[in-house]
């Protein structure tokens, strides 16, 4: 049963202070409801080491040196494939600035800059999610694959990537996909531009999680509006081997508002996830309708404790009987009263002065002026 819990501004920092306490996934496994503190947005358009800030659809929290990683979705039209290295300052107020201080480009196999995706799709990077692993002191990251069929024409495939890689950008190594997360000319597997969306770590980083974003061809069709019924999969991978131990099914809402024009684009689906303790995900749904000015954003604690390994059912339409990850859901983005952005990315933030985690959100301007960089701090109430 869904249950919508109070937000309410919370005015709980009593001063300037640095964000080096620890902070833990365990620590929020029990997370109640959340508290918005303040909204930062950080101007449009900017340039930054002859890049264009914008499309920050990931970010993690590097709490030994205070650091933000967020990875922009520009696959190399607007510079290099890259993600930012930030520092998020916070007051008694909340969020007062958000500080860019280095852009590192993400290089391929054979240490080059990907490719520029208006003239060369099928080796691009379409770069969706990012993540900090503190014990080796690597990143990783995934990407969305290619999929562009026209009649007459030679396909343009690319298959989604979980890639990891060093600090300063240079790719070391990458996991293997199962077969049923490989790109195909005919509609089997992911669709086009939408995969793998989010990426986190369990608490001991000995394990992987990537969040497809709409269904395979396979489990049905996309989320429409109603009572419509879409399923998603979250795959868990070992870190180590780097290969797929098991799949999860998730099932995502209605798209909230139909189309303007009808038949005009909508969408809605899995943005990002993030581990918080005892297998259950912060899991955010993004949905967008044509016509539509804001997007709808809902957060949801889901729990795969219980959930069916179906790594090796081929269709979710032919599961009758599915067991998938519950969810519950935290946080109507759209309840917060203000305008919400494309919101594609979380991580827990500093340790509050009462103690409490804090949560940071992120949102993917898409490079449009009329859109926005937003920044979202929030208390997590345990």
Request: aromatic share 10%.
């Amino acid at each position: 049963m869904k249950c919508l819990l109070p937000v309410i501004i919370a005015v709980v920092l009593t001063a300037c202070y640095s964000s080096h306490q620890s902070t833990g996934k365990t620590a929020a496994s029990s997370i109640r409801e959340i508290r918005l503190i303040n909204e930062y947005v950080f101007p449009s358009n900017v340039s930054f080491k002859n890049t264009i800030i914008g499309g920050l659809s990931g970010i993690d929290h590097d709490t030994k040196r205070d650091l933000y990683y967020m990875n922009s979705d520009d696959p190399s039209s607007k510079g290099p494939t890259r993600y930012y290295t930030a520092r998020i300052l916070i007051s008694e107020k909340g969020i007062d600035t958000v500080e860019f201080i280095d852009v590192n480009p993400l290089l391929n196999p054979q240490g080059q800059p990907f490719a520029d995706i208006t003239k060369d799709r099928t080796h691009s990077a379409d770069v969706e999610a990012i993540r900090y692993d503190p014990k080796r002191d690597e990143l990783i990251w995934s990407s969305e694959g290619q999929r562009i069929v026209r009649p007459g024409q030679q396909p343009e495939l690319e298959d989604p990537a979980i890639v990891i890689m060093d600090r300063s950008g240079h790719y070391k190594d990458s996991f293997a996909l199962p077969a049923n997360m490989h790109i195909q000319a005919e509609e089997k597997g992911p669709r086009h531009n939408s995969v793998f969306e989010g990426v986190t770590f369990d608490e001991n980083y000995r394990y992987v999680y990537v969040s497809v974003e709409e269904p395979i061809y396979e489990d049905g069709p996309r989320a429409g509006l109603g009572d419509s019924t879409a399923w998603i999969r979250i795959l868990k991978f070992d870190r180590r081997s780097k290969k797929q131990v098991a799949q999860f099914a998730y099932q995502v809402d209605p798209i909230p508002y139909p189309a303007n024009p009808p038949g005009a684009f909508k969408i809605n689906g899995v943005s990002d996830i993030m581990y918080i303790g005892n297998d259950k995900f912060l899991v955010i749904e993004r949905a967008y309708s044509t016509g539509r000015i804001e997007t709808d954003v809902r957060l949801y604690i889901a729990d795969a404790k219980y959930a069916q390994d179906i790594s090796s059912i081929a269709s979710l339409e032919s599961l009758s009987t599915k067991r998938p990850v519950t969810k519950k859901l935290l946080l109507d983005m759209n309840s917060l009263g203000r305008y919400i952005d494309n919101i594609e990315g979380a991580t827990f933030g500093p340790v509050l002065p009462n103690g409490h985690q804090s949560l940071v959100l992120v949102s993917d301007d898409n490079f449009d002026k009329r859109q926005k960089n937003q920044f979202f701090l929030f208390e997590v109430i345990p």
